[in-house]
C-alpha cells in the first residue's frame, strides 16, 4: 500500500476556491504529482454555459498557474462550442501559449456541428480533448453527451485524441461503447471506486488507452489514487495508468 | 487489525439492487473473505452471512418481522431505497427491538452513486428524519452508513450525538475529506467501511493509511471505534 513513485493526474480542475486549489497544489507537491488542469469558472463556481469573456478568464487563471509551475502544471483550453468562431480563436490562442488540450463540458453535444471547427483546432497542434461524460439513471443536463455522442466525434476525426472522462460513471457501458475507437482514452476520474472497474476498462480498450485522473480538488484526490493502486492489474500496466499513458498522449517526454 | 463495519456478502435483496457487474462473485462467502484479507480486514459487518471474520447484520425490510432476526448485535436498514416512515409502526418495532436486546441499527444511505442507483428518498430527507429520531430514542445506537462530508457538516447536530456514529465509505469529497470530516465529526464516533465488494476494499484502507490524521485516529477509525461499538 506505498505510494505510487511517478504519477500523473489528467483530470483536475482549477476552481477559483483558494483554499480547495491550495490544498490541491499542496498534495500535488507532497505527492511529486504533475498535473493536467482547466478552470470551468475562474470565481469558485464551474459554470456549465459559460459566456466567452468567462471562459477566456478561465482560461487566464490557468495559464497563470501554469507560469508559476511549469513542468508541473499543464493546462487545457475550456471553451463552449455556443461560441462558435471566438470558441475556436481561443482555442488557438491558448494552444499557441503553451496549453496541452482543450476541456468541452456540457453547453453542447460533441456529435453537434459546432464541435468540429474546435476538434480541427486541437488537431492542428496535435492535442488532445477531454469530454465530460456522464450515463445517468436520470438526466438532469439535456446536452451532457454520452459516449455515442463521442464515438461519432472520433469517427469523424479518427486522427484526434479524445478522452472521454469519468470512464462515463457507468465504466461498463462506457467502455463497452468506445472499445472500437481506437482514438478513444478514458480516464478514471470522478466517479466511485467500483471494485473491478480498472480491470474491466483495461480489458475492453487496452491499457495503453486507460488514463489515471481525479478531478480533484472537488473530488478527493487520495480515493481516485487508491482505485488504481487497488487495481488487480500488473505492475507495468499500473505504471501507464498512472503516469505514462498521459505523458505519451501531452509529448511530455521530459516531465516528472 | 482493521474492522469493516459496512460490507455486503451473502444474499440480500437491497444490495443485490447495484449495477456493478463484479457483484455476483463476491457476494460469495468464500470469494468475499478472500477479496477482504487481501485488503488486510479482518473482520466485516454484512447483511447476508456469518462466521468467525463476518458479523451478521440482517437486512430488514418495511414488511420483515424483526423479532425474527434472532441473536445479532445489529440490523441494517436502507431508508433510500425502501420507504421507511421513521414516525410508523415498523420503525417503532425496530426501535423497540434494539432497546430490548442492545441491537445497533444501521442505515444505509448509498449503495452507489446516486446517478447510478436512484434513492427514492434522498439521503438529507433520511438524515433530517435520523436527527428527531435520535435524540429521541437516545438510548439506541445509531450507525449511519454512506453519509459523505457535506452531509456530514449540514447535519452536524445529528453526528455530534452521542448514540450517533458514522462510517466513512462514501466520505470521497472534496480532497482531503477524511481530515475534514474529523473536523465536524467527533472521531471517537467514526468508523471504517469499504461498501465492498461494490467498491474495493483495498481504497479505503489506503486512503485512511495515507490520510494527514495522527495515529491515534487512524486507530480508532480503523478498528478501535468498532470494536468498542461491538462490544
New interface residues.
Partial sequence: ?K?PASIFDIHVHLLGNAQ?DA??MA?AQNWDMPFATSCLGSQGSMLAYPTFEQCVAANDAVLEQMAQYPDFVYGFCYVSQQHESSAVEEVRRCLGKGMRGVKLWVAVKVDDPRTFPIAEAALEYNAPVLIHS?L???EILPEESKPDHIVALARRYPDLPIIMAHMA??W?EGADAVAECPNIYVDTSG??????SVE?VIDRLGVDRVLYGSD????????Q???V???DISESDREKVLHLNAKRLLGLGGAK | MIIDFCAHCGYDEVSSLS?????ER?FDTARFVELAQA?GIERSVVSGSENESLIRFPTLSPASDVAEVGSVKGVRIFPTYQIWDFDGEEMASVLAAAKRSGLIVQICLRL??P????QKTPSGEVLKALDKLAEVHKDVRFAVSGANYYEAQANSALFSRQNVWMDIS?????????EKLLAVVDAGRVLFATN????????????V???AISDLNRDRILYQNAKQLLG
Fill in positions: 500500500m505510494k480547495l490544498e490541491f498534495f456522464y445517468r439513471r436520470e460513471l457507468r461498463q466517479c466511485d471506486p467500483e471494485l473491478g474491466y480533484g480538488p472537488g473530488r478527493d484526490v487520495l480515493c489514487i487508491a482505485r493502486m487497488a487495481a | 449495477h456493478n457487474i463484479m457483484n463476491f485488503a452507489q452513486d446517478r447510478v442507483l436512484v462514501h466520505v470521497q469529497h472534496p480532497i482531503n475529506s477524511l465492498s465488494p461494490i467498491f474495493y476494499p483495498k481504497t479505503a484502507v489506503y486512503r493509511i495515507h490520510s
